[in-house]
């Protein structure tokens, strides 16, 4: 069974200050991990994956994330944060390849205070 | 990137009626899709695997009765809350996988969501 842990279920920085999600996962085999975003009353985005790859995923916006296996997590982070960053973020996890079902952590909003 | 659309986006209907939600892959075909569920602020659940001629894979707890899924076409699938009651009210997002680009950690591709209130 996966399982996702998000800590913190509201994060709040100001604008310019670095961004810090935090995302502990539970797999019994190798995991693919990623981060969404989510503005409101839409569907998810995905900010980046991990695949086994680099431990050091970028993605989109100016985001990136560790892959820590020892630590078990996949901190999603962001040097300078934007007012457009405001928006719930979910980590996710799915075992295997090709996209099989996620598990989704609980999610962490964000509020940039300007 | 590939576009996954949902309809309607909004719906407002009373209770003991039948709604039906498309999610539609327009530019990929998706063997598979997934039918969530979001209540306010929280999580998605997931509530089923839509398979394309096949019978709906549902997660434990999940009504199959309530919640009927058809998967007739490759980019086509339909979730339909039969009976709606107020308890149903929900944001449900389908995702689907691109069926031949699926590719290690294949990117699943969300629809907008559909907003389903129940009176």
């Known amino acids: 069974a996966q399982s996702v842990t998000q800590l913190g279920s509201h994060v709040s920085v100001s604008e310019g200050a670095l961004v810090l999600l935090r995302c502990n996962y539970s797999?019994?085999?190798?995991?693919?991990l990623f981060w969404y975003v989510q503005y409101p009353n839409q569907g998810l985005q995905l900010l980046l994956k991990?695949?086994?790859?680099?431990?050091l995923v970028k993605g989109i916006n100016g985001f990136e994330a560790e892959f820590k296996k020892s630590e078990t997590s996949f901190h999603l982070t962001k040097p300078s944060a934007h007012m457009s960053d405001a928006a719930e973020y979910f980590c996710?996890?799915?075992?295997?390849?090709?996209?099989?079902?996620?598990?989704f952590g609980g999610g962490t909003r964000v509020l940039v205070k300007p | 990137g590939a576009v996954v659309s949902q309809h309607p986006s909004w719906v407002i209907c009373k209770s003991g009626t039948s709604v039906k939600i498309e999610c539609r892959s327009l530019?990929?075909?998706?063997?598979?899709m997934f039918w969530y569920r979001q209540f306010p602020k929280q999580s998605l659940m997931l509530m089923a695997t839509?398979?394309?001629?096949?019978?709906?894979?549902?997660e434990q707890g999940v009504e199959k009765d309530k919640f009927l899924i058809n998967h007739a076409s490759l980019t086509l699938s339909t979730l339909t809350v039969t009976s709606a009651h107020p308890e149903d009210s929900s944001f449900y997002i389908c995702?689907?996988?691109?069926?031949?680009?699926?590719?290690?950690?294949?990117?699943?591709?969300f629809g907008e969501g559909s907003r389903l209130t129940v009176l």
């Open positions: 995702s689907a996988r691109d069926t031949l680009r699926g590719g290690a950690g294949g990117e699943l591709f």
């Open positions: 991990y695949t086994s790859a680099a431990t």
């Open positions: 797999s019994s085999v190798p995991p693919y």
């Open positions: 839509s398979n394309e001629g096949s019978k709906a894979t549902y």
């Open positions: 996710a996890v799915s075992e295997g390849a090709a996209g099989n079902k996620l598990t």
């Open positions: 530019d990929f075909q998706a063997t598979t």
